[in-house]
T-cell receptor
Framework: GDSVTQMEGPVTLSEEAFLTINCTYT??????LFWYVQYPGEGLQLLLK?????DKGSNKGFEATYRKETTSFHLEKGSVQVSDSAVYFC?????????????FGQGTILTVHP | KAGVTQTPRYLIKTRGQQVTLSCSPI?????VSWYQQTPGQGLQFLFE???????NKGNFPGRFSGRQFSNSRSEMNVSTLELGDSALYLC??????????????FGEGSRLTVL
């Protein structure tokens, strides 16, 4: 079945540092890929998405490129802020019998210090 | 416009009891999905409803059930509660069925503790 693997966390960075959170996936067909973010005490919210190979999703300075050849969707940001501290989830929406649901990675806790 | 509203936000039950959780989607959204979030298993899909019909179901036992009403509001029920059912239950809505092309909007969740 479909699966998503994220780099193990937590990740601790200083403000203005470069961020990479790795995400790889296994799926049949052509999934759509997402990054969701969960701030403390809040529900998940969509950060960015890509629906086909080589698409780049971007939002709030974050970027991720859909790489079908390496089945990856790594999240990057050039300069993190304290306000980026949150839990980040990589997810996919597959096709066939899994259509209609999201398969999530385990989540990566990001803490940014001033 | 108002977001996804889940009630109750917190509840404590004992083993063997049952629980019903409620979700009101964003106005105009007809698709509602439910997810269970635990530290050990992460986020797992429970089921999805669109126009009162269950379109997809995750790998959970039959003790977990749900339904959707004509106004798109949804409820999920867990019967014969077990300690392992302690979790944050998240509801998400979208304007179209399926998560492939659309964005899911999540509520803040209902935190269930089973003693």
């Amino acid at each position: 079945g479909d699966s998503v693997t994220q780099m193990e966390g937590p990740v601790t960075l200083s403000e203005e540092a470069f961020l990479t959170i790795n995400c790889t996936y296994t799926a049949t067909g052509y999934p759509s890929l997402f990054w969701y973010v969960q701030y403390p005490g809040e529900g998940l919210q969509l950060l960015l998405k890509a629906t086909k190979a080589d698409d780049k999703g971007s939002n709030k300075g974050f970027e991720a490129t859909y790489r079908k050849e390496t089945t990856s969707f790594h999240l990057e940001k050039g300069s993190v802020q304290v306000s980026d501290s949150a839990v980040y989830f990589c997810a996919l929406s597959g096709s066939g019998t899994s259509y209609g649901k999201l398969t999530f990675g385990q989540g990566t806790i990001l803490t940014v210090h001033p | 416009k108002a977001g996804v509203t889940q009630t109750p936000r917190y509840l404590i039950k004992t083993r063997g009891q049952q629980v019903t959780l409620s979700c009101s989607p964003i106005s105009g959204h007809r698709s509602v999905s439910w997810y269970q979030q635990t530290p050990g298993q992460g986020l797992q899909f429970l089921f999805e409803y669109f126009s009162e019909t269950q379109r997809n179901k995750g790998n959970f036992p039959g003790r977990f059930s749900g339904r959707q009403f004509s106004n798109s509001r949804s409820e999920m029920n867990v019967s014969t509660l077990e300690l392992g059912d302690s979790a944050l239950y998240l509801c998400a809505s979208s304007s179209a069925p399926g998560a492939k092309t659309g964005e899911l909007f999540f509520g803040e969740g209902s935190r269930l503790t089973v003693l």
